[in-house]
């Protein structure tokens, strides 16, 4: 599992912030990796917010456009959206947004039926 610092330096010698969601995408994109997984602070992509109960398991990219659209993905979230379909189009099989703050969240998603998280499909 690489771990990358997402600060770069300019030719002048300052130090810049790059995302580090849209760090991940491209990685993952380029390096042609089997699966990129997001871990955040949030249980992944509801359809609404509000209600916990309507998280969604697998979101498909034409979905996420539209949800992007329409406001439903906002904020922080976006960039982490967009980093999977980033990867997906790129040739990665499979893409996962989970919370970390979960105990063993990622032997949840990948080696349960209905995983903890939300997996980007095409």
């Known amino acids: 599992?690489?771990?990358?610092?997402?600060?770069?330096?300019?030719?002048?010698?300052?130090?810049?912030?790059?995302?580090?969601?849209?760090?991940?995408?491209?990685?993952?994109?380029?390096?042609?990796?089997e699966k990129l997984i997001m871990l955040t602070d949030v249980e992944g992509i509801f359809e609404d917010y509000q209600d916990k109960g309507s998280l969604i398991s697998a979101l498909k990219v034409a979905q996420a456009y539209q949800m992007i659209n329409q406001g439903q993905i906002e904020g922080g979230m976006i960039p982490k959206?967009?980093?999977?379909?980033?990867?997906?189009k790129a040739g990665v099989n499979r893409t996962h947004i989970i919370d970390g703050r979960q105990l063993h969240s990622m032997l949840l998603e990948i080696l349960t039926d209905k995983g903890i998280g939300t997996m980007v499909v095409e």
């Not at 959206?81 to 990867?87: G, L």
């Open 1 to 33: 599992i690489p771990v990358i610092s997402s600060v770069g330096a300019g030719e002048d010698g300052a130090s810049y912030n790059i995302n580090a969601d849209t760090a991940a995408g491209e990685l993952a994109a380029a390096l042609k990796a």
């Open 81 to 88: 959206v967009q980093a999977c379909i980033t990867a997906l």
